[in-house]
């Protein structure tokens, strides 16, 4: 099972997202590639950035867009769980509501006794 308040840790500790594969991407970040990973964020930038390798290579990619859509991914799963334990907490109401309903059906009626 995936271990998530790590990953969020990881993500706490990380640079911010946005990340990018291509300076050019970044607004106000003209320089060229000068290593496989870099930060940003000069005077033009308050918030630090990350660019990862090139926008050719696969493996940036799908680092860069894995990174940038954890955080969403994760909030979903836990809106998702939360919601499946809600549709659980009624499931098992109605289970108890229809074992009574057995229970009731099974008892001889008055008239019968």
């Known amino acids: 099972m995936t271990d998530f308040a790590n990953l969020r840790a990881l993500l706490a500790g990380a640079s911010p997202e946005p990340w990018f594969t291509h300076p050019h991407d970044v607004p106000g970040e003209p320089f060229p590639w000068s290593s496989s990973v870099f930060w ?13 390798a090139r926008a050719d290579n696969p493996d940036a990619t799908l680092i860069v867009e ?34 009574l309903c057995r229970t009731a059906l099974a008892e001889p009626l008055e008239d019968e006794a």
Request: proline letters at 4%.
């Open 66 to 99: 894995a990174v940038n859509a954890l955080p969403g991914l994760l909030d979903e799963l836990e809106r998702l769980r939360a919601a499946l334990g809600q549709m659980e907490v009624a499931r098992d109401a109605v289970a108890a509501e229809l074992a």
């Open 40 to 52: 940003t964020g000069g005077a033009q930038d308050a918030v630090p950035r990350v660019i990862v």
